[in-house]
């Protein structure tokens, strides 16, 4: 089986930042089936839809922070909807928002009413996790997944992000298995490390093991592989973005 392939375009911002339209159409040209947005560099959401439309690429999902529900959560919803995503994520919850803060509370309450609005919309809410959520809770398990025991998977579902799953100290493929047909969209992305830091890498080039993992997604359920790399330490980001593609590909 072959699961469709989208790019992350946070990992080309400043490409997208300079002209939306062509870097669309270049990740079209390497072969991306789609993109996840992350924010719309200034442009409205018909801007946006009929760039990607153009280029021929699905606008699948998006990462949209925690704030922007909060402050605007129908207009929010209302927008992602009108570009035509099928998935949002909340990228990133800081400390006092997450487990053991005290917003943590507030979060859960506050997921679940975004949950609700976004399904609402036709859409489904996910969760994008660092490396920080593998953090152990009292009773020796991961924060994450004392996370998602709170709420139930038909309100919010996973991205899991493969590199940050693996710095976190779990194990990927048991995750994947773990939230099988909980984790729709699963981030491929890869890293090393060097003298003692995380440096994010071209798909195949570090540690997390692509020929191993893009299977396991695969096989739990897993409807779209983003592939996504924040930093480009080695190669320019349209470089990596299409090594990634074709390395990823080469494991399907």
Not at 61 to 72: I, L, N, T, Y
Not at 222 to 246: C, R, Y
Request: aromatic share 8%; net charge negative.
């Amino acid at each position: 089986m072959k699961l469709p392939i989208a790019a992350q375009v946070y990992s080309i911002r400043e490409e997208a930042e300079a002209d939306f339209e062509k870097a669309m159409q270049q990740l079209a040209g390497m072969g991306y089936d789609g993109v996840e947005l992350a924010g719309l560099y200034g442009k409205s959401a018909e801007e946006i839809k009929s760039a990607l439309e153009r280029a021929g690429l699905q606008a699948i999902s998006a990462h949209v922070p925690m704030e922007a529900f909060e402050q605007d959560l129908d207009n929010t919803v209302k927008t992602y909807q009108e570009i035509g995503c099928k998935y949002v994520a909340i990228p990133y919850l800081d400390k006092e928002r997450w487990y053991g803060g005290g917003k943590y509370q507030n979060t859960l309450d506050n997921v679940r009413k975004i949950a609700a609005k976004c399904k609402e919309a036709g859409m489904t809410l996910l969760y994008h996790n660092h490396n920080f959520e593998f953090e152990k809770t009292p009773e020796g398990g991961y924060q994450l997944d004392a996370f998602y025991d709170t709420i139930p998977a038909e309100e919010l579902q996973t991205e899991l992000d493969l590199c940050w799953v693996t710095v976190g100290g779990a194990d990927p493929v048991a995750h994947l298995q773990k939230y099988n047909g909980r984790c729709p969209i699963v981030h491929v992305k890869d890293f090393m490390r060097k003298d003692g830091e995380v440096v994010l890498v071209a798909a195949g080039d570090g540690e997390v093991g692509v020929e191993r993992v893009v299977p396991a997604a695969i096989e739990n359920g897993a409807q779209w592989l983003v592939i996504e790399q924040d930093t480009h330490t080695f190669g320019s980001p349209m470089e990596n973005m299409e090594k990634s593609l074709k390395r990823v590909k080469g494991c399907m």
